[in-house]
Structure formats: C-alpha cells, structure tokens
C-alpha cells in the first residue's frame, strides 16, 4: 500500500522513472553513465540492475548518437527516455533535436509519432565548470513540434517525468539540478497529479505576479516570503510548461494584480520573459499599471563558478523588480 | 596544400606507409572491387561473394533487375523533365546509380527497413512505394507522401546523413523485439542505411558506426560513392578508401561495383543476412558514379571534366545487363518491347499524376505539429482561418 514519503527531487524522477518502466515495458532509458553509475546525478540509480541493460542503456559518449538512436527506437515502437549529461552538452543533438526529432510528426503528416524523453539537467549554483550550468529553454521553446517543460519540487519531478513519457510528443524535460538533493517534500503517490501541460499558482497574493519555473521558483517563494514582512503580497506562480505555455492562470492573476517580474536564470535577451512579456502586453494591456519586468541572467557567457551567484537571479534581484515595478 | 598519404608515416615511429596499406583512395574501384557482371556484360567469379537467388530462377531475376533499373531510370527521366517543366521546384537525380539502388533494394526482405536519404528512388521502386509519392516532396504539396511502416521504407531525410543514426536505433529496437538471430528467415530482420561518401565525413555518420558497432546492431551502413558530394570530389572527404574506414570502427567493409547489379545485390545479400543473423554490421561502398548533376539547380559543367562522364558512360549499369541478356539468348526483342512500353506507360502516368497532385490546405500546416492540437495553436489556426475568410470574395 503506498504511503507519503519524504523524497528530494533526485528520489522522486528516480521513483518516476521506474515506475514508469514498470508500467510500459516500451519505456528504455538511455544515456552516459546511466547504468552501472546511476547517472553522475543518480536520478538512473539502481534501475539497470533490476531492468537490465536492454532498457537501461548506457551509450556511447556521443550526444547526437544518444538521440539520432532514440528516434530510431521511437520509430520502432520504443518510448525512449534519454539523458543529456549537463545542459552545455545538448548542442550536439541540437540538430538531431530540432531538425529531427520536433518534425519527424510533421513531415509524415502524423503517421510516426515521437514519444521521447529527453532529460536535461539545467540551470546554475552547483560551482561547476563551463557548460555545466547552463538553461537552454527557450532554444527548444523556439520550435515547434517539441514540448518542453521544468519541475522545480520533488512532487513535480514524480509526476511530470511519468506524464511526459505518457505523452506521444517529444517533451524537453528540464530539472534543475541545484534542486535535486536540496529539499524533501512528502510524496504520496497514490495522489492525482495535475495535467502535465499546466501552469500553477504556488502562492497566492495581490500586488504584483511573479512567474518562475524551474530553478527560480524557489527563489521567487523565498522573494514572496521576504516582500510579505515588509507588506507586500506577491503572487507566486510556478510555470511548469513553457512550450505550451499555459496562460490563463498568468492572465487571471495579472488582471488582479496588475504587476507583474518574471525571472529565469536564462539570458534575459529573448528568452522566456520576452514571450510572456508579449503575450501578457496583448491580452492585459488594460490591467497592466506597470512594464512586465524581467529579471534573469545578464546577455554574458556563464561565468565561473566563484561569481555565479552574483550573475545567477536571486532574492534581492526578484525584490528590486518589485520594488521597481511598484514605482510606477 | 594537399600531402600524399604517401610522405606521411613512411619508415619511421608512425608506423607502415598509408599508401602502402591503404593503396590509393580512388582508382576506379581498385583491385578489391567486387564485380560479377563487367560492362561488357561477361559474368565472372568473386572468391567472395556469389550470385544467389536462392529459390528462383536465376534468368527471371537478371530480367526482374533489368526492368526494375529501366523503370527506375525513367522515373528519374520523368521528375528531371517535370522539374524543367516547372512542375516540381526540385528533382535529386539518380541517373547512373540504377544498379547500386536496384540490388542494394532487391536484396531486402518484406521485414527489413530502410532508411533512405533524398535519392533512393530505385530503392523506393524495390519498396513498391508509388513513384508518384516521391514526386510530392519534390513538388511542395508534403514533404513524404507515404506511410513508412506500409513499406517498411522511411521518409526521405534531407539533412546529410542523420538518417544513419535512425536507421542504428531502429535495428536496436529489432534486437529488442527479439527479431535477431532466431534463425527464422521469415522473421529475423535488418535494417538498411543508405547514404552517400559526402555524408561519410559527418558526425552522424560516424557516431552511427560508433554505435552500431557498440551493440552489434543489425544495420547494413551502404553507401553509394558517386564519387562527387554537389561540386566537391570524393577526394575532399577521405585520404582513403571508405570500405576501409569501416575496420577501424570495428566491422567489415567491402567495396562492390555499383554499377553491377549481381554484385551490389549479391554483397547486400550477404550484409544483411550477417545482420539478420546477429552477426553485426557491415559497411558496404557502392563505387559508382553520379552521372546527373546533384539536383536539378546544380551545373556540374563548373567544376568536373566531360571526360570522366564519357569513362563512366561504359560502365552503365543497364547496358550490360542488355548485353549479357541478349548475348546469352535470356531476352528477346519482345522482352525488350515490353520493358520499353511499360516504362512509357509509367512516364505518362507520373506526368498526369503530377500535374494532378492537389496542393494542400494553408490550414493543414496545423494539423500535425503534435500528436493533438495544442490551445496556443487552435487559437492561431482559427485567426489564420478568419484572416483568409476575410479576403471571400476579394481575390
């Protein structure tokens, strides 16, 4: 009989994981160092040994070639769930990614789906080297065919990872790997999880909305925390989704609050704030008492690691927008 | 610019002279070139390899390949003249690599898959994939008209050699379905790749032998060497022969005479019987020639001489198979006829069918981005659909 657990973000996509392989024995995994290893995170840890190396596929150390055979998996009736080492290490499969994997559909008018995974642990605040603190999103948002979509709590992780491997579209599926062995939540997995596709609010409020999805939802609920002992009630919402994105609770709040910061950890120049900044620009241009701001990385390199929490948005960078965006 | 192999590594630390081991990269086919049928149409012995059309009658397969190359040539004849016409935007011609497509093709079971890149017309014809189909991706109405489970032959992918790595996944999953090895012949399966030498110096490419070689996946890599990737020669890509590539990577290779039917069907019969097997796989070089330019937008005059045409002109694939017909009383005039009468009737036939093919609907372009409409694009269809309606009646 199941029962609430208490599990960090790396136990829950594990438990995800394997619970998605029991339930479809179509489901193989497939990566660098998955296997024996578990993954340098440990999200794979433990499921070789009690699938085998049939399902749980370690690979060759070749990006392009872990998704380029994934599609031939998926063609062949396989949901292959592959795992990209660190997000700085996508850009070899980008173009079996984009040029592939997203219009595979398109181009054969429906008859071949794409039900593949792929994992990308992403975002900064792990002291890393180059390339390994990246956040990609809005390079695969940009293109159609591909889904994509960030857990920022381990509750999220169980259920989003088996959601996504239920779907038949590719799904980009980023976890923030500075989450993964940072805080437990109480799982319960006889629950009902929301829609994958789905925008949530996480904590309510009145004047100004702050949106965030992966890694900086954490740091947007800590903002909300510090901006209620100084009075001010900020509406928290954790996006989920960022291709689709799932707009009507963002409307819905903002033609409240009238406000609203967005922050990632990506480059602010064109990345998803741009977008929601639009969109929300053409449906509440009425509601709106101030610009949409943006707060996310500088348009710079990642740089290292010793200054990454100065580049990286954090609570006092959130608050200052909302300082900013009151003032108007 | 450009060291012989030669003057690197002979005689010292690095080892044995490359041209030595390797021999020249390119000498028209070279000593180890399998051939079974010269362009004189004379069939000869390979220690190697063997003309085997296990329960059929050997004749009727020679006049089976024949119709097959003289059908596959008239399609490419066909979609060449169509694109002057203005009929289809594009054509990738095959002219000159009949053979190769012809007896890598025949050489399949029902239960193989193949993975094509944008000229695999003699291949697709083997399939049974309606030639009109083609048409439609180089017309502009979709970009893959037909079902790639009916066949068991994939889209045509565009970008150089990525369909190398597809075709190395497919075959995992065969393994996995348990459809390798069992020593059934009606089930155990394999998996195709057919590429060019332009696209041997992708990373896909290499990544696919990489990985085909890791899990001993059963996938024939076959590539035609038509010796010219667009303008650039076969020289650019490679200091050696591809065939010889394929050890490094840990599996066979072998050089086949493209423009030999019996050769190039008999070598990928055996390729894929290996994989079929469990055995792994192969990489087999079709050393052939692009007779036609790259596309129908390309102008080979630029940058090759019209003496290799005239040199490869000897070598058609389809003469000496004529030859070795008529030479040993296999084919009549009326057999010849008959060919000739079904290629018109196919020539027509693609011509009307062309013309007729219907443009899709704008709005169709939303259809099947993802496996079910998603909010954000219904929104946008819609909008796109009242835009259009507003101009009823205007235009």
Known sequence: ?328 | MTQRSSEVGAGDGFGPDLAEVFGPSQQDGGPELVQLLTPEGERVDHPGFRFDTEERAEDEVIRGFYRDMVLTRRIDVEATALQRHGELGIWAQLLGQEAAQVGAGRALRPQDFVFPTYREHGVAWCRGVDPLDLLGLFRGVDQGGWDPDDKNFGLYTIVIGAQTLHATGYAMGMQRDGVVGTGDPDRDAAVIAHFGDGASSQGDVNEAFVFAASYNAPVVFFCQNNQWAISEPFERQSRIPLYQRALGFGFPGVRVDGNDVLATYAVTQAALQRAREGQGPTFVEAYTYRMGAHTTTDDPTRYRLSDDLERWKLKDPIARVEAYLRRNGLADDDFFGAVQAEADDLGVRLREGCRALPDPSPLSIFDHVYAELTEELEVQRDGFAAYLESFEGVR
């Not at chain 1, 390994?132 to 989003?160: I, R």
């Not at chain 1, 510090?226 to 960022?242: K, P």
């Open chain 1, 1 to 328: 009989m199941a029962q609430t657990q208490k599990v960090t973000l790396a136990k829950a996509l594990n438990m995800g994981l394997r619970k998605a392989m029991e339930d479809d024995p179509k489901v193989v995994l497939m990566g660098e160092d998955i296997g024996k290893l578990g993954g340098v995170f440990r999200i794979t840890d433990g499921l070789q040994k009690d699938f085998g190396e049939d399902r749980v596929i370690d690979s060759p150390l070749a990006e392009s070639g872990i998704v380029g055979t994934a599609v031939g998996l998926a063609m062949r009736g396989y949901r292959p769930v592959v795992e990209i080492q660190f997000d700085g290490f996508v850009y070899p499969a980008y173009d079996q990614i984009v040029c592939q994997v997203a219009k595979i559909q398109f181009r054969s008018q429906g008859k071949l789906k794409m039900p593949m995974v792929i994992r990308i642990p992403f975002g900064g605040g792990i002291g890393a080297v180059e390339h390994h603190s990246e956040s990609p999103e809005a390079q695969f948002a940009h293109t159609p065919g591909l889904k994509v979509v960030a857990c920022s709590n381990p509750v999220d992780g169980y259920w989003m990872i088996q959601q996504a491997i239920a779907s038949d579209d590719p799904v980009i599926f980023l976890e923030p790997k500075r989450q993964y062995h940072a805080d437990k939540a109480d799982l319960d997995d006889t629950a009902t999880p929301e829609p994958l596709f789905t925008s949530r609010v996480v904590r309510a409020g009145s004047d100004v909305t702050v949106l965030a999805y992966g890694p900086t939802v954490k740091t947007a609920l800590k903002a909300a925390e510090a901006a209620a002992g100084e009075g001010r009630s900020l509406e928290v919402i954790d996006l989920r989704t960022l291709s689709p994105l799932d707009m009507a609770p963002v409307y819905e709040s903002v033609r409240r609050t009238g406000r609203v910061v967005v922050t990632h950890e990506a480059h602010v120049n064109l990345g998803m704030g741009a977008e929601l900044a639009a969109r929300i620009a053409e449906e509440c241009f009425y509601s709106l008492e101030a610009p949409v701001l943006r707060v996310g990385a500088f348009d710079t390199p990642y740089p290292p690691s010793r200054i990454e929490e100065d580049y990286l948005p954090d609570l006092d960078r959130v608050l200052d927008a909302v300082d900013r965006s009151m003032g108007f």
